[in-house]
């Protein structure tokens, strides 16, 4: 293995274990101090779109089929619909070929590294996958599973929590395979700019790797929507290549059990990744198309989402703005708070627990540990504000009372 300078480290990374699971470990034992108020996961709890039944109800019979792979041409044109008018593209995402539905964003990111490795064919005995550190800890389980040694960049405070791509060598680049990143990031709510996946796409087409562009924050945001990449490769000319969008309706839409999402972009490398899915993956089922192409025609829904969180965030702003100055991201629906004033991410959301009842996630299991013993996510916790805006209050409530007493 190949001795590599900061801010990346190298290796194989086996994903230990699950955050949560971390977490329940942690607590174990412990009793709260107070009622539980749980803080820790990302699953929307604001209401779902109120046409979900009628649409599900209308396409029941369509459980009985088999869905085919690359779905309906009205999910396909819906997708590319809503990608036109988000993201002003002018009909430049080709709908039978340019999308393909996912079984949830996750589902293809944690299989998209090892269809890369194939496909690019590349004839390297150690291919790379390059993934930000912290991240979404299934980006490591793609790594895995392509049997590619993960590459973590540093996303830290100090460089903007977003990896700095100067500092890649080619070597390294030639090497790789596939390249996950996130905007809005998770955990930080930081956007990537246009600027900056210009430049990640250069790279991606000079040293031939795909960019997998978890995209599945982008409608949760404060007042400007993200750009997304495929906007940023418009601009660019040239289509687009080496670039896969990944986004779904979890999120969008609070529709996180419906599974549902998709792919899109590079037109070859779907045309291939479908013929494969053809014979692995899971389809996604006919009447959660349905309901996608419904609700990727809503943006009303969409708007009052948006709306109910940003009254958190307004929330967040006047409860802790006076301990810890500006707490609200760009976007996303998490706080990402530096507590070192308090102790590391662990030793804070243990003594909450036991405290005061609120359960938060460690910063540091939602990173790796790097070389040195350092961990980018250590002084911080993540607070899910997912829940209703009282209970929302209630908790940073207590939580800003403990962290004036307790300082
Ligand atoms: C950054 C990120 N990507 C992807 C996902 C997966 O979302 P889904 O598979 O529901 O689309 C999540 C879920 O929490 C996430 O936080």
Redesign the pocket.
Known sequence: MIASPKPYQRGKCLPSSNPFQRLADLLDGVTPGRDPIIMTI??PQNAIPDFTADVLAENMGDFRRYPPINGTPEFRQAVASWLDRRYALDGTVDADHGVLP????????SFGAIAARDQLDKGLDHPVVILPNPF?Q?YAAAAHVADAEAVLLDAVAANGFLPDLDSLDPDLLQGTVAFYI?SP??PEGHVVDIAYWQRLIELARKHRFLIFA?E??SEIYRETPPPGILEAAKAMGGGFSNIIV??????RSNL?GL?C?FAAGDPDFLRKWAKFRGLAAPQVPLPAQALAVRAYQDENHVAENRRLYNEKFEAAERILGPILGPVTPEAGFFLWLDVSRWGDGVSVARALWSDIGIKVLPGGYLASDQADGGNPGRNYIRISLTAPLKQVETALDRLANWMGETA
Do not use: F, M, Q
């Not at 996912?102 to 990111?109: F, K, M, V």
């Not at 990944?246 to 999120?251: A, E, F």
């Open positions: 990302g699953e996912l079984n949830g964003s996750r589902e293809g990111l979404y299934t996130a990031t998770n978890d599945c924050y990944l986004n779904s309706l979890s999120k996180a599974r999402g």
